[in-house]
């Protein structure tokens, strides 16, 4: 099965492409939905972003305020290499046994991982 990386940035067509590749039989993995899905539901995730940016990202609720994690963590070039750090490997993680799924299922011959940066 053929692993194609569709990367860009806000606007540049990424998930037009991705609708389009879809239509023609590819499998996506949407990189952005799973690392939002693993910072909502995955605990471990969780402890390390509050261990490594503190308690501003918390939210009333002692739940993770993406609005406050985002102001903190993209404030510079090292806080988003922090983040990223954190995250990725999970997302890594869960693209390899989405693609192992897809490759077992024969269902598709393009496995597209369609993310803003290049994981």
Do not use: C, W
């Not at 799973?34 to 995955?42: G, Q, R, S, T, V």
């Not at 070039?77 to 490997?89: E, G, T, V």
């Amino acid at each position: 099965m053929l692993r194609v990386a569709l990367t860009g940035g806000i606007g540049t067509g990424k998930s037009t492409a991705s609708k389009i590749l879809n239509e023609l039989g590819a499998f996506i993995f949407d990189a952005d939905k799973e690392a939002k899905n693993i910072l909502k539901n995955n605990e471990t995730v969780q402890s390390e972003l509050i261990a490594e940016f503190g308690t501003d990202i918390m939210s009333g609720d002692e739940k993770i305020d993406n609005n406050k994690l985002a102001r903190i963590a993209f404030q510079d070039q090292d806080h988003q290499l922090r983040l990223n750090s954190i995250i990725h490997p999970y997302v890594f993680q869960e693209i390899d046994e989405i693609f192992d799924d897809v490759l077992e299922k024969g269902t598709n011959d393009i496995f597209v991982v369609d993310a803003a940066l290049y994981l």
